[in-house]
């Protein structure tokens, strides 16, 4: 086992029902890289990020975490192997403030059985998440309910490296975002690769991968297609490979309409 | 265009409610605004002020139990016959009951959270279960002649107070520590607001569930205690009705429907609306009727608004 690798999948399966969304995929994410997880609508690219975020149970396969073997039952376990995930929907509280969000489900506490919880430790925490991600959210007593779709996906992001986090997952956090948002996302996504992040990138916005990702793992119908050097690539090849997979039998590849997601 | 921001004064808005009630029904009767009647309104609305709490637990967590009326039906009769039938001693009977809405509360609770069907059914299917062993048990008879000590829950007093007021107010205390200062409160708060995301963050949602519902029956079983001491009679017909009070109470109180919001002492003016408007109405000779439709009224207007505020909000989240 190469210690090389902060997470190792090998031959994750998983159906809903009768759909069999993952047929033995394995994934190889390495130290501090950005690797973009790409594929057509339905490929099952949320699913294989959700079985190492805990949110589903795969069917069967292994993880492995710094070379060790692990069982993730639940978000917890995750949580505690240092793995967090921003969903795509962010999983945000709206009737709590930015701070409440953060904290939610591990709160500090002011005595030894956790009963009571220190909100002057939590706002001063978040506040100094906010400054050390450089958003302009004013207060972490904000409601999170009035926030821009970017302020809102800070938050989100805040939550999920608030405590020990190595390994980042990110289901499509620029989709909603307008183009200043989502470049300051990109940006932001480089600084937490430079903090000694390992990034998960769920994206279909291919020149996204492009400019920020060191890899690129192209899922097709449930199956691992192709892991691909960015600087070895082009827009083309990575569309290609995403419409057309590995065998290269699939329909011809709509370049145009793929190009105008740039 | 600045926008004024009158969020805050929503905290209010049941206050201002309770006290233009009180100056309308000051008008239609002399004898409202007097001393007498006011620590009447007060005395009289111990128990409901504790079952609301219990209920706003649930509430808050996103769920909702219509069966706490009858969860003091069969509360109620169980702890009297236990003392009237089988004359067993007052804290005994005390504690069987208090360990039966308990009881009553989690089997809500697991029902919820293992079935997942709408808690709305699911409690008001538990209510006729309720309901029918409370009328098998005391079979349909009347207990009254309580032991001297039980009714001191409610004639006894402490510094002037009476005993059950200062039971009222210790439990609204102690319920506005555990959402303010407690993770259980914070957690709460978030499994109300969002289910889902409370599960992917780990919280563990269906112990929470459960949680919650058990603490409804055991604040249930307490004011049923209070409520059966100080009629000094019990029969199967004590109990329902309570939940629509309280249930109305609470939303005019600012507890949403939907979950994840809501605070204590704003409950508690809830409460006293409906207490104000039903003393009022009666002092003004409007009789008992009337008070059905207007309680009604009042829990459609209160839910109308509560629905308001979400679209409000949620508008002003896509408008950005």
Same mark, same amino acid.
């Given at each position: 086992?190469?210690?090389?690798?902060?997470?190792e999948m090998k031959g994750i399966c998983k159906r809903f029902g009768g759909i069999e969304a993952l047929r033995n995929v394995d994934l190889e994410l390495r130290r501090g890289e950005i690797m973009g997880i790409v594929g057509d609508n339905g490929a099952g690219k949320s699913t294989l990020m959700k079985i190492l975020s805990g949110a589903y149970l795969a069917d069967a396969g292994e993880i492995f975490i710094d070379g060790q073997k692990v069982h993730i039952r639940g978000p917890l376990d995750a949580r505690r192997l240092g793995i967090s995930m921003i969903y795509q929907d962010l999983a945000l509280f709206n009737n709590l403030d930015v701070a409440q969000n953060i904290f939610a489900g591990r709160e500090l506490v002011r005595d030894r059985f956790g009963v009571f919880i220190d909100k002057k430790r939590m706002y001063n925490r978040a506040a100094e998440l906010i400054r050390d991600l450089r958003v302009d959210i004013k207060s972490p007593k904000m409601s999170v309910a009035r926030m821009s779709g970017g302020q809102r996906q800070m938050v989100a992001c805040a939550r999920a490296i608030a405590f020990q986090c190595k390994v980042l997952i990110m289901d499509e956090p620029t989709a909603a975002l307008?183009?200043?948002?989502a470049n300051k996302l990109l940006g932001l996504i480089r600084n937490l690769k430079d903090m000694g992040l390992s990034i998960l990138l769920i994206t279909q916005r291919i020149p996204d991968v492009l400019a920020i990702a060191d890899r690129v793992f192209v899922l097709k119908g449930g199956q691992r297609q192709d892991v691909m050097e960015v600087s070895k690539v082009t827009l083309d090849d990575v569309v290609t490979m995403i419409v057309k997979g590995k065998g290269g039998n699939g329909t011809a590849a709509p370049e145009v309409q793929y190009k105008s997601f740039g | 265009m600045p926008k004024v921001d009158i969020s805050g004064l929503r905290k209010y808005t049941v206050l201002f409610i309770l006290l233009g009630l009180m100056v309308f029904f000051s008008f239609t009767s002399p004898y409202f605004l007097t001393v007498r009647n006011l620590t009447n309104i007060v005395i009289q609305n111990t128990y409901f002020i504790i079952v609301a709490v219990g209920l706003s637990f649930v509430m808050i967590g996103g769920g909702i139990d219509l069966s706490v009326g009858y969860q003091m039906s069969l509360v109620g009769v169980i702890t009297a016959m236990a003392m009237v039938v089988y004359h067993l001693p007052v804290w005994l009977a005390v504690l069987i009951g208090l360990l039966l809405g308990t009881g009553l509360g989690f089997i809500n609770g697991v029902i919820v959270s293992s079935i997942?069907? %709408?808690?709305?059914?699911?409690?008001?299917?538990?209510?006729?279960? %309720?309901q029918g062993i409370s009328y098998l048990v005391s079979k349909a008879n009347t207990f009254r002649a309580y032991p001297e000590q039980f009714l001191l829950l409610t004639r006894g007093k402490v510094l002037g107070i009476p005993f059950d007021i200062l039971l009222a107010l210790v439990v609204v205390v102690l319920a506005s520590v555990v959402y303010s200062e407690t993770t259980f409160g914070r957690r709460l708060m978030a499994l109300g607001g969002n289910e889902e995301a409370a599960r992917l963050l780990g919280i563990h949602t269906k112990r929470m569930k459960v949680a919650m519902y058990t603490i409804c029956g055991f604040l249930t079983a307490l004011a049923t205690m209070v409520m059966i001491s100080k009629a000094n009679t019990t029969n199967s017909s004590f109990g329902p009705g309570t939940e629509f009070i309280a249930l109305t109470a609470a939303i005019v109180g600012g507890v949403s429907f939907m979950g994840g919001e809501g605070s204590v002492p704003a409950l508690v003016a809830g409460v006293f609306v409906l207490a104000v408007i039903g003393n009022g109405m009666q002092l003004a000779g409007w009789g008992t009727y009337a008070q059905f439709i207007v309680r009604g009224l009042i829990l459609l207007g209160a839910v109308a608004f509560d629905?308001?505020?979400?679209?409000?909000q949620r508008n002003r989240q896509k408008g950005c």
């Open positions: 086992m190469s210690a090389d690798y902060v997470v307008g183009v200043t948002e | 997942r069907i %709408f808690p709305l059914i699911a409690t008001l299917a538990t209510s006729a279960v %309720f629905e308001y505020q979400r679209n409000l």
